[in-house]
């Protein structure tokens, strides 16, 4: 991806940017499509011969449904919505088009959260651990994150450490070398960093997306809890009406009862075999001890069409950045050698 072309996609996101994830489309890991009578922008990648578009097409509002038909009319190649909200699901509500809830997120207005004494206390415990051992936060500047040899060791390590290549597509992890608009919050001890955490814009809510939490094996228990909740109280001071922590997929909390039935077996044997390659169960209940407000499903949209297990397969892909088969094969492994 150009500079040029960047600047003219990050542009358009922060003039019309809705979706949580809709900074993720600065992240050079997609084909865009422009529509510059428009003023907008389809990004996407290619998965299971379909075009997987990041969220929905990012325009005014009153085109984006025009954009839609546009795009999906360039290729013969199926378009399948990941990831869409309002208002791009209303202007499919009265068509041929598909939904489907495959995750959620949790989100919390900024200005309710909890005071120290209204947390859990297995929440004040971890915060508390983490400042008995001498972590504290604070907020960097970009240059300062961006130039960082130590935060990049940090993220290095922690990319390391997981043993599994990282997703990508809504969730990338290699965004220090582009933190224009985000946020760096760094956790240090004794001086040095042992973790951070990274915010990016959604701008039409006046909001943030927390993206990654890297930290050291030897980060203090808490230290993450402490990052979330000195950020958390930032953005409140300033004023933002929204924040999330984003997607948990196959969420417990998704609006799955309106899936056909295989899609609902589906997602639960996937919850479940699938643990040892990505744990779904605790990333849901790390973010939920934040007490959210309420969960926000994540819905998957196939224009004219009905959603099939391809369309499923397609979504893998395109997060695992591999064949949904080559993935299955490294949870097979996985749960072979823990055995």
Known sequence: MSQNQR???RELVLRYGRNATCYQVVNPVFEYQFFD?????VAYVRASRRRVVAGAPIGPVDRISEVARRFESLESAPVLYFGAGDPFLASTAQSDSSVAAL???????????????????????????AINKGVTVREWGTGEAENSAELHEVLDSWLRGRGLPPLHFLVEPETLGYLSDRRTFVASQDGKPVAFLNLCPVPMRNGWLTEQFPRLESAPNGTVELLMDFAARTVAREGADYLTMGLVPLSVHAAIEQNPR?????????RDFGSPLYSFRGLEEFKDKFRPEYWEPIYAVTPNRT????????????????PAIATLGRVIRRRLSQR
């Open 7 to 9: 600047q003219k996609i």
């Open 307 to 322: 959603f099939r297990f391809g369309d499923l397969l397609a979504v893998a892909e395109a997060f695992a950045g591999e």
């Open 103 to 129: 995750g959620a997120q949790p989100v919390w207005i900024p200005k309710h959260w909890k005071s120290e004494n209204e947390m859990r206390p297995s929440l004040r415990y971890q915060l508390h651990r």
């Open 262 to 270: 295989w899609l609902r077996r589906t997602m639960r044997l996937a």
């Open 37 to 41: 009578e428009f003023d907008a922008v």
